[in-house]
């Protein structure tokens, strides 16, 4: 989630109230106060209201929430004299350009760090780190229109934000900070985007760095926005907060055409909403008219049509209202949270352990009592782990991962026992013995199961230790078993037994390889047991259950 710094002067000047009112009843709105400071307060809202991530958002949802001024905001767009041009060359690399001109500015300290905030959010929030939108700012008196967006060689050069010297694209990927963080976005392509102006300027190289030429500043009067990505969406509601944010103090907003299209769209999008379901859906008796007025003090505009239906106006910048009961909650929300009255839902139902959770449970308590310690192994792991390090042959049930992001995590256990020895080996400094455990699930072809590892190393580990644990733990789970020779090339020959339970393979236990103990670098014997938690009565269903 975004925390947002507000300092208390620029949100008292934005509010047109005190900030010990606004601070208040800023949690009503849906944020959580992290901490208080003298002149400011960091503040934490969900991603799903990405319009609250600036001081100016904020302060116009107070505005309307403390009824200073309610209703649809009106941001007016002047008529474009900016054009933005696009090259085909982008429909397979970031095709999808959004632009506006902000002018009259009158930026100081806490409005530009305001600014840069919402910026990064932004990247954040909507735009999943820069890879479905990124956003530039621009100083507009430093460059000229009209602009395009072009696919360039990769070895064209600028000077990138932060330095003082040229660099080429791809030195930028190499070397600059933001290059190396954002590089997978972009390097695979043979060009990359550019924004130019018309004298062959570099304005940005999205998603990566803007230019230093057009560096924003306190004196800046006139800035270019340019949002990028691939999302059009995504592109539309970036461009309309960022541009609503800043009409919020004062700013202009200016129309830009791009490839004849009109930029910014910051008209509202017209619902209508039931007030009968939204009474049934809030537990209210409210007339149209008041849940209306509800909604006013979130800044939509409604009117109580005919029957009891209302037409609401939602704002350009509330990206979150998909559905009418999205309308519905801010009606909640204004109507206060505190003001509902408390009562046991007509759907309540006693819940239940559930008997895997009942059985893993009995196993913890058991295991601990036995003097093992656990531990929480990775679900995913790889098969020279699995498989060639354990002596023991690929299974083909193994759920293979399709695009894994390292060789370590190629798939999902379906053993525990070789995470535990993982585990000893990265623990191998630490004093002996050590005896740990672990339970959960392994996954076995389209099927989840549940298994329990112990291992134990100290000098002394042997087959008998290993009998003992496996005998322990099978009569107090009321496991029926009998342990016969194993050929599981994990264990030492003569040294190892499989646990039957009912005339099945439940389990094996023994004391580990000297081949597989040099496979995980460990110097001393290890008694190792692992069964399966299907055989222990009450399970729920039989294997193979999805």
């Given at each position: 989630?975004?925390?947002?710094?507000?300092?208390?002067?620029?949100?008292?000047?934005?509010?047109?109230?005190?900030?010990?009112?606004?601070?208040?009843?800023?949690?009503?709105?849906?944020?959580?106060?992290?901490?208080?400071?003298?002149?400011?307060?960091?503040?934490?809202?969900?991603?799903?209201?990405?319009?609250?991530?600036?001081?100016?958002?904020?302060?116009?949802?107070?505005?309307?929430?403390?009824?200073?001024?309610?209703?649809?905001?009106?941001?007016?767009?002047?008529?474009?004299?900016?054009?933005?041009?696009?090259?085909?060359?982008?429909?397979?690399?970031?095709?999808?350009?959004?632009?506006?001109?902000?002018?009259?500015?009158?930026?100081?300290?806490?409005?530009?760090?305001?600014?840069?905030?919402?910026?990064?959010?932004?990247?954040?929030?909507?735009?999943?780190?820069?890879?479905?939108?990124?956003?530039?700012?621009?100083?507009?008196?430093?460059?000229?229109?009209?602009?395009?967006?072009?696919?360039?060689?990769?070895?064209?050069?600028?000077?990138?934000?932060?330095?003082?010297?040229?660099?080429?694209?791809?030195?930028?990927?190499?070397?600059?900070?933001?290059?190396?963080?954002?590089?997978?976005?972009?390097?695979?392509?043979?060009?990359?985007?550019?924004?130019?102006?018309?004298?062959?300027?570099?304005?940005?190289?999205?998603?990566?760095?803007?230019?230093?030429?057009?560096?924003?500043?306190?004196?800046?009067?006139?800035?270019?926005?340019?949002?990028?990505?691939?999302?059009?969406?995504?592109?539309?509601?970036?461009?309309?907060?960022?541009?609503?944010?800043?009409?919020?103090?004062?700013?202009?907003?200016?129309?830009?055409?791009?490839?004849?299209?009109?930029?910014?769209?910051?008209?509202?999008?017209?619902?209508?909403?039931?007030?009968?379901?939204?009474?049934?859906?809030?537990?209210?008796?409210?007339?149209?008219?008041?849940?209306?007025a509800l909604l006013e003090k979130m800044r939509f505009s409604a009117v109580a049509g005919e029957g009891d239906r209302i037409r609401v106006g939602v704002p350009c910048y509330r990206a979150d209202i998909m559905h009418d009961w999205d309308v519905f909650e801010d009606a909640a929300i204004a109507y206060g949270y505190e003001h509902f009255d408390a009562?046991?839902?007509?759907?309540?139902?006693?819940?239940?352990?559930?008997?895997?959770?009942?059985?893993?449970?009995?196993i913890r308590e058991l295991a601990s009592g036995l003097g093992y310690i656990e531990v929480l192994p990775f679900t995913l792991t790889n098969e020279r782990t699995l498989y060639t390090r354990m002596q023991r042959p690929v299974q083909e049930c193994a759920l293979k991962i399709l695009y894994p992001i390292s060789e370590d995590h190629t798939l999902v256990?379906?053993?525990?026992?070789?995470?535990?020895?993982?585990?000893?080996?990265?623990?191998?400094?630490?004093?002996?013995?050590?005896?740990?455990?672990?339970?959960?699930?392994?996954?076995?072809?389209?099927?989840?199961?549940?298994?329990?590892?112990?291992?134990?190393?100290?000098?002394?580990?042997?087959?008998?230790?290993?009998?003992?644990?496996?005998?322990?733990?099978?009569?107090?789970?009321?496991?029926?078993?009998?342990?016969?020779?194993?050929?599981?090339?994990?264990?030492?020959?003569?040294?190892?037994?499989?646990?039957?339970?009912?005339g099945k393979f439940s389990g094996v236990f023994g004391e580990i390889h000297p081949a597989v103990l040099n496979a995980f670098e460990l110097e001393h014997p290890v008694a190792a047991v692992e069964l399966d938690l299907t055989a222990v009565p009450g399970y729920p269903g039989a294997r193979g259950t999805p």
């Amino acid at each position: 989630m975004a925390i947002i710094t507000l300092p208390y002067r620029y949100l008292e000047s934005l509010v047109g109230t005190d900030v010990r009112t606004i601070m208040s009843r800023l949690p009503m709105i849906g944020s959580d106060i992290e901490r208080v400071e003298e002149d400011h307060a960091d503040v934490e809202f969900f991603p799903d209201r990405p319009d609250l991530f600036s001081v100016e958002g904020v302060a116009r949802a107070m505005r309307g929430f403390l009824g200073i001024e309610t209703g649809l905001p009106d941001y007016r767009v002047a008529p474009s004299r900016t054009t933005f041009s696009i090259d085909p060359g982008l429909a397979t690399i970031r095709p999808y350009l959004g632009s506006a001109v902000i002018r009259n500015l009158r930026f100081d300290e806490e409005s530009i760090t305001s600014l840069m905030g919402l910026q990064e959010a932004l990247h954040w929030a909507v735009g999943r780190g820069r890879s479905k939108v990124a956003i530039g700012v621009h100083d507009l008196d430093k460059v000229k229109a009209p602009f395009r967006y072009i696919a360039a060689p990769r070895d064209l050069s600028f000077v990138p934000l932060d330095y003082d010297r040229e660099m080429t694209m791809d030195e930028i990927l190499a070397e600059h900070p933001k290059g190396k963080a954002y590089a997978h976005i972009v390097q695979d392509f043979p060009r990359f985007p550019l924004i130019v102006d018309a004298e062959d300027q570099v304005l940005s190289f999205p998603p990566i760095i803007n230019g230093e030429l057009t560096r924003v500043t306190e004196g800046t009067r006139n800035i270019l926005l340019d949002t990028t990505g691939t999302d059009p969406k995504a592109v539309k509601i970036a461009v309309a907060i960022i541009c609503t944010a800043l009409a919020e103090n004062g700013a202009l907003i200016e129309g830009v055409t791009i490839e004849g299209t009109a930029w910014p769209d910051l008209r509202p999008a017209e619902r209508s909403v039931s007030a009968t379901e939204c009474n049934r859906l809030l537990g209210l008796s409210l007339p149209p008219e008041e849940i209306a007025a509800l909604l006013e003090k979130m800044r939509f505009s409604a009117v109580a049509g005919e029957g009891d239906r209302i037409r609401v106006g939602v704002p350009c910048y509330r990206a979150d209202i998909m559905h009418d009961w999205d309308v519905f909650e801010d009606a909640a929300i204004a109507y206060g949270y505190e003001h509902f009255d408390a009562r046991i839902s007509s759907t309540f139902a006693i819940g239940k352990e559930h008997p895997v959770q009942a059985i893993t449970g009995a196993i913890r308590e058991l295991a601990s009592g036995l003097g093992y310690i656990e531990v929480l192994p990775f679900t995913l792991t790889n098969e020279r782990t699995l498989y060639t390090r354990m002596q023991r042959p690929v299974q083909e049930c193994a759920l293979k991962i399709l695009y894994p992001i390292s060789e370590d995590h190629t798939l999902v256990r379906t053993s525990i026992l070789p995470l535990l020895l993982e585990t000893l080996q990265a623990n191998r400094h630490r004093e002996l013995p050590q005896r740990i455990f672990a339970v959960g699930d392994v996954v076995e072809g389209m099927y989840t199961v549940q298994k329990l590892a112990c291992v134990s190393t100290h000098p002394g580990a042997d087959f008998s230790e290993a009998y003992a644990t496996a005998d322990a733990l099978c009569r107090e789970l009321s496991v029926p078993y009998v342990a016969e020779g194993s050929e599981d090339g994990a264990f030492i020959e003569g040294r190892r037994g499989d646990i039957l339970s009912h005339g099945k393979f439940s389990g094996v236990f023994g004391e580990i390889h000297p081949a597989v103990l040099n496979a995980f670098e460990l110097e001393h014997p290890v008694a190792a047991v692992e069964l399966d938690l299907t055989a222990v009565p009450g399970y729920p269903g039989a294997r193979g259950t999805p």
